[in-house]
């Protein structure tokens, strides 16, 4: 019997710590794909494996799939195809959902739509996995994490080669502080070098010859060997210690195949470039292949590659670094016309076309100018806000106090949605400060010149001051993506604005003022914000943004309905290409439903829901969610009715209902638990979806007397019946909540006892015969109460 797995991660073959690395990191994105390869892993990585299976979890040889029933494949590490063995063909296969993370550069390939294809510039593509799980907060074992380590150990030459970032040693310092260890990274990483090795070293080392190539050397190794299982890269990494070289070519011959490694810190020349004459791939400085061939053959196809591979930078084209989507407009356009088409343009400039052809550029300032405007700064070239926050009057003690205290810290900032509201001249909103240092010990200084007091969060190095009747400022220590908390940073180290800014969800959110002294009301506004702000355009810092917190797509459609703002094109594919990779999650977790609750509670909700179905959203969170006209309707009946009525329900509540009412009874409340709603709020929701169709079918089946429907009404009320008279127009619905549900005894349980009734479960009974009769209109006034109690305590007893 095959293995059946709809979800499969994979790599290609001749596996390396990278991307074996990558594919467990994968599965915490994809915790019920199975990992499955269809090639062999590299010796080190496999002896790693084969220790530590139990603890890693099986890896399955492909061939054990029963490769009809996949419907997702996750390929990392490659975007060749060819690369994957038998899963090719899952690959090629159209009915499967691809998905590919790699960091070769390049473009996605045929095979993958581009919104799936996850293509970073990570010197590791752990780095870039790493990174998405520390944004989620997802916790690696400390055996994964050392797994993690040692991929990016391996892909960065432990962090010495060209290209390497600090993106790359951050992620490092993350997988130590999570458990990686060292011992364990320092035995897998150089295994020591077993008796073939080294003769097959001293072979290679024999027969180096040196290549001339643009005034540096290429050396070219080569030797034949009997077919044995070593890894030829893990020598070409010896042979570049031994000789130093700034580039390296291998060919060892291991009848029938042809291995070939590139290596090459020569700015010109293309490792990947070389090895592609042999069929293989990689990066530009280090790439592999493994052909079927004889040595003089890889040798003559590797030569005859070498100059097609050097790059002449100085003559790289312009297509490899140009926008290809160029805002145009014609040689008359009127100015006010261009200045609006400038606002939406991304570049900030627009060409000037005359018969299809480029005749000239115009920018903003170029418009400014011409309208007599001052040409409006540079962004980042001391932009200020200090007008802006002067004129904010209830707040200048805030600005006073911080100036009197921020001496001690590199930088003291408001940041994010509060720069927004200021610049749209918003009257109320949150004041937020980022500090470029301890954000408790800045709070308390505060708190002292405000005459307030703090309220530190320790574990999360974040505090609230507190002052005057209701002032509030939130003061958060800036972060970096690779820290869970800032407390978790070591104590000399925090990261700089910048750093801060760059980890938040869209331009318009990631602007920060500064608030010291002789710095006070500059703008850092490192992406455009301002720019978008005045465009009206909701947009990503990055393409990975979406993936590292899928929450932001919830976020990115309540600004849209809050401001009347838009994605643009590319931030709306990605929210797209993130919810077809299965990425979104299906809201057990706490933050994604947050925002899911604050979207739905921000009125007005028809643009919100129909976003949530162009983007995908309402299928990704449970496939029977419907966000469509229907919901919208209702939703719109429901707010009609809940004002007209004065109806005191969460606008939540009754978004939620109307996105779940097709969910089946009996799914509905196993997803209200998991997203763990209030247990009374997930009654009343799901009252909503199931009560209120049998609401409407009992009103539709006759005359009911009130009594009934108040009971059938009140139980889950308002939700239920108000859900019902959304769905079907009723007189009686109407009259329940004008009059009925608001009918009430006058007489007590007190009053029952001075007539007699000891406490028993018959005074609840009484009473509620007493409520009947009310309703029915058998009751007037107090008197007639106690005359009814009187004759029903008397039958009873
Ligand atoms: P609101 O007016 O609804 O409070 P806001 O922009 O202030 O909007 P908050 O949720 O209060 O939003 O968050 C404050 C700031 O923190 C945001 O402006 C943004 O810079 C950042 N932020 C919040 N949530 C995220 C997220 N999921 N990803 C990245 N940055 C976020
Ligand atoms: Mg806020």
């Not at 890693?56 to 490659?78: F, K, P």
């Not at 990689?282 to 040595?295: I, N, R």
């Not at 097609?308 to 297509?319: C, E, I, M, W």
């Not at 700064?377 to 205290?405: C, K, M, N, T, Y």
Request: glycine content about 8%.
């Amino acid at each position: 019997m095959r293995m059946r797995a709809e979800e499969v991660i994979t790599t290609h073959g001749n596996t390396d710590f990278d991307a074996f690395a990558s594919m467990l990191a994968a599965r915490r994105l994809y915790p019920n794909a199975v990992i499955a390869l269809a090639g062999s892993l590299n010796r080190n990585v496999r002896d790693f494996y084969r220790l530590h299976a139990d603890e890693l979890g099986a890896i399955v040889e492909a061939s054990r799939l029963d490769l009809g029933a996949i419907r997702r494949l996750i390929a990392v590490d490659t975007t060749h195809a060819g690369r994957l063995g038998e899963l090719e063909r899952v690959a090629l296969d159209p009915s499967v959902e691809t998905v590919v993370f790699d960091h070769h550069g390049g473009e996605a390939p045929g095979w993958v739509a581009p919104e799936r294809a996850v293509l970073s510039e990570d010197a590791a593509l752990t780095t870039t996995l790493v990174g998405v799980l520390a944004e989620r907060e997802l916790e690696p074992t400390p055996l994964e994490a050392t797994a993690f380590a040692l991929g990016i150990h391996e892909d960065t030459g432990s962090l010495t080669y060209s290209g390497v970032s600090t993106r790359d040693a951050e992620a490092l310092a993350w997988c130590l502080r999570h458990g990686a260890n060292q011992d364990l990274i320092t035995a897998y990483l150089q295994p020591p070098l077993i008796d073939e090795e080294r003769t097959l070293l001293g072979l290679l080392l024999d027969s180096i010859e040196p290549l001339p190539v643009r005034g540096h050397e290429l050396l070219l190794a080569t030797a034949v060997y009997e077919p044995i299982d070593l890894s030829v890269s893990h020598l070409a990494t010896k042979l570049v210690d031994l000789t130093d070289a700034k580039a390296l070519a291998v060919l060892v011959e291991m009848a029938p195949r042809v291995f070939c490694v590139v290596r090459s810190r020569i700015p010109e020349l293309n490792a990947a470039a070389l090895a592609g004459a042999l069929g293989g791939g990689g990066h530009a400085q280090a790439a592999s292949a493994s052909v079927k061939s004889t040595l003089a053959q890889a040798r003559r196809q590797l030569l005859g590659a070498l100059e097609s591979a050097v790059r002449d930078l100085s003559h790289a084209p312009v297509k490899g670094i140009m926008s290809a989507r160029v805002a145009t407009t014609g040689e008359d356009a009127p100015l006010a016309e261009l200045q609006t088409a400038l606002g939406a343009a991304s570049a900030g400039r627009i060409a000037v076309l005359r018969d299809e052809k480029v005749v000239g550029v115009v920018t903003r300032s170029d418009v400014l100018r011409a309208l007599g405007q001052p040409a409006e700064a540079r962004p980042g070239a001391g932009e200020s806000l200090a007008g802006e926050l002067a004129a904010l009057r209830g707040l200048q003690p805030v600005w006073d106090a911080i100036a009197a205290v921020a001496e001690p810290y590199d930088g003291v900032y408001l940041v994010g949605g509060t720069v927004r509201d200021i610049l749209l001249g918003e009257a109320n909103f949150d004041v937020d400060v980022a500090v470029e240092g301890d954000a408790i010990s800045l709070a308390n200084a505060l708190a002292d010149a405000l005459g307030g007091r703090v309220r530190a969060h320790h574990k999360f190095g974040t505090a609230v001051v507190l002052y005057g009747g209701g002032g509030r400022v939130d003061v958060v220590t800036a972060r970096t993506e690779f820290y869970e908390s800032p407390a978790a940073l070591p104590t000399v180290e925090h990261a700089t604005i910048r750093e801060d800014l760059f980890r938040r969800d869209f331009t318009i959110n990631a602007m920060a003022v500064s608030l010291k002294g002789d710095d006070f009301g500059r703008l850092v506004d490192p992406f455009g914000g301002r720019r978008d702000l005045e465009a009206g355009r909701i947009r990503v810092l990055h393409n990975l943004s979406f993936i590292d917190d899928p929450t932001r797509i919830f976020r990115a459609i309540r600004y849209e309905n809050r401001l009347g703002f838009r994605m643009d094109e590319h931030t709306e594919r990605l929210a797209r290409g993130c919810v077809e990779m299965g990425l979104v999650g299906d809201l057990s977790s706490e933050r994604l439903r947050n925002e899911l609750i604050a979207l739905l509670e921000e009125g007005p909700g028809d643009h919100s829901i129909v976003r949530l179905r162009e983007i995908g959203v309402d299928k990704a969170i449970h496939s029977h969610l419907a966000a469509d006209e229907e919901a919208v309707e209702l939703l719109a009946r429901l707010h009609a009715l809940r004002e007209e009525l004065a109806i005191d329900v969460p606008e939540w509540r009754l978004g939620l209902a109307a996105l779940a009412r097709k969910l089946p009874p009996d799914e509905v409340y196993g997803w209200l638990e998991r997203l763990r709603v209030r247990r009374s709020d997930a009654e009343r929701i799901a009252a909503a979806v199931t009560v209120a169709p049998k609401l409407v079918d009992r009103l539709r089946a006759g005359t009911i007397d009130n009594a009934e429907l108040v009971a059938l009404a009140d139980p889950y009320a308002p939700d239920a019946p108000l859900f019902a008279l959304a769905l079907e127009e009723s007189e009686e619905l109407r009259r329940y909540f004008r009059e009925l549900r608001g009918v009430s005894l006058e007489v007590t349980g007190a009053d029952l006892a001075q007539l007699g009734l000891g406490e028993s479960p018959r005074v609840g009974e009484i009473l509620g015969e007493l409520r009947r009769r009310k309703l029915n209109g058998e009751l007037d006034g107090r008197d007639s109460e106690l005359e009814a109690a009187r004759e029903l305590i008397a039958e009873s007893a």
